[in-house]
Every structure is written in C-alpha cells, then in structure tokens.
C-alpha cells in the first residue's frame, strides 16, 4: 500500500522557519522523484521545488528561490522541505508528490500539511 505522509507545517511569525517531511512508504523511493506544491485558497495548486530521484538535481519556483531548500534521505525514504525567511504569501497548504523517474506509473500524492504564517 502506497503511503505519502507529510508533517512539520504549523503556524509560523513572517522571518521564521519551518522544516516539513514527506515520509513514503509501499514503492521504491529511490526510484521517484519528489516535489513540493502548495495551493493557498482561492488560488490554484502551484510547484514551489523538485529534486531528481538521486538528489542530483533541484529545482524552485522564483518565489521561493534563496529561501527554500528541497532536499531527500533515500535511507530513510524521506523529502524534505527546508522553509526560511517565510513570508504571509507562503501560507497554504504543502504537498509533496512522488513521480517514477522514467514517467512511467501513477504519481502519489500526500495528504498535505497546512502552512500559515501572520504575526
């Protein structure tokens, strides 16, 4: 059974950080490639980072780049998504989701995890 499990979101003063997991489980993580989305309300779901299924290669939204960080542990089967210098505009909810490195089969999508972030 495919698993995608996301933590870590929460509320958060605008200059904070926030660090959030995406835990998988049931396929072969070292196989997919990760990427973080976030949709805000009223606003349509939208890619803020991506990395290669060996961690070589990474990429982010231009609202995101210089502060966040995408990152993988293919031992622990585990993406991250390092969150610094936040802003109001970052607030949404964050899904990760796992794609086969060759495109081939389904992509898996986690439940998400709200980020919200005011003074």
């Known amino acids: 059974q495919v698993q995608l499990g996301e933590s870590g979101g929460g509320l958060v003063q605008p200059g904070g950080s926030l660090r959030l997991s995406c835990t998988a489980s049931g396929f072969t993580f070292s196989n997919y490639g990760m990427s973080w989305y976030r949709q805000a309300p009223g606003k349509e779901r939208e890619l803020v980072a991506s990395?290669?299924?060996?961690?070589?290669?990474?990429n982010y939204a231009d609202s995101v780049k210089g502060r966040f960080t995408i990152s993988r542990d293919n031992v622990k089967n585990t993406a991250y998504l390092q969150m610094n210098s936040l802003k109001p505009e970052d607030t949404a909810v964050y899904y990760c989701?796992?794609?086969?490195?060759w495109g081939i089969g389904e992509e898996y999508w986690g439940q998400g995890t709200q980020v919200t972030v005011s003074s």
């Open positions: 990395i290669t299924s060996a961690g070589g290669t990474t």
């Open positions: 989701k796992a794609r086969h490195r």
